[in-house]
């Protein structure tokens, strides 16, 4: 059974800073591209940043691009994804997940239907 567990969220100040961790079992985790998703109440979940399997490719979506820096551990079958200057606009729930490893750049990809699996989540809040 496939187990993927976040951490690290948490309520922070405007500015301030997050790191999250998520951590798989139960598969083989250097076989999939891995992503950060976040849901906001009252909207769709949205991709965040995805990383390739070997980890040398990162991707953002523009929303976070220069705040957020993605990055997985596969000895450790972790992901991380480093949040700085965060804003009240970052509060959501975030997902970790599993998908599909494209061919192409960015050799990963932010689209819902292209996961395999999904963590719990970890609550972010950030206050003004």
């Known amino acids: 059974q496939v187990h993927l567990v976040e951490s690290g969220g948490g309520s922070v100040q405007a500015g301030e800073s997050l790191r999250l961790s998520c951590t798989g079992s139960?598969?083989?985790?250097?076989?999939?591209?891995m992503a950060w998703f976040r849901q906001a109440p009252g909207k769709e979940r949205e991709g965040v940043s995805c990383?390739?399997?070997?980890?040398?490719?990162?991707y953002y979506a523009n929303s976070v691009k220069g705040r957020i820096t993605i990055s997985r551990d596969n000895a450790k079958n972790t992901i991380y994804l480093q949040m700085n200057n965060l804003k009240p606009e970052d509060t959501a729930m975030y997902y970790c997940?599993?998908?599909?490893?494209?061919?192409?750049?960015?050799?990963?990809?932010?689209?819902?239907?292209?996961?395999?699996?999904w963590g719990q989540g970890t609550q972010v809040t950030v206050s003004s």
């Open positions: 139960g598969l083989t985790f250097d076989g999939y591209a």
């Open positions: 990383i390739s399997k070997s980890g040398t490719t990162p």
């Open positions: 997940a599993a998908g599909v490893s494209p061919r192409r750049w960015p050799f990963c990809s932010l689209g819902r239907e292209d996961v395999n699996y």
